[in-house]
């Protein structure tokens, strides 16, 4: 399974909201940086809608 679909899978699955860190927590053979870019897309493709008040939101 490709790793976007790992993160998404894992944003879908979450009860609350889920951080990037939490992600990194669930997903820790995924660099970062990369795990950022996908999210990024996945919320450019509207899967994913980012909520907060951090840098990523």
């Known amino acids: ?3 976007t679909i790992e993160l ?3 944003i ?5 909201r889920v ?6 927590t669930m997903h820790p053979d995924i660099a970062r940086r990369s795990a950022q ?4 897309k996945l919320v450019e493709d ?4 980012a909520r907060g ?3 990523g939101a």
């Open 53 to 55: 008040d951090g840098r």
């Open 8 to 10: 998404l899978n894992s």
């Open 46 to 49: 509207g899967l994913v809608i």
């Open 1 to 3: 399974m490709s790793s």
């Open 19 to 24: 951080s990037m860190a939490e992600l990194m």
């Open 12 to 16: 879908n699955t979450a009860i609350n």
């Open 37 to 40: 870019r996908q999210v990024a």
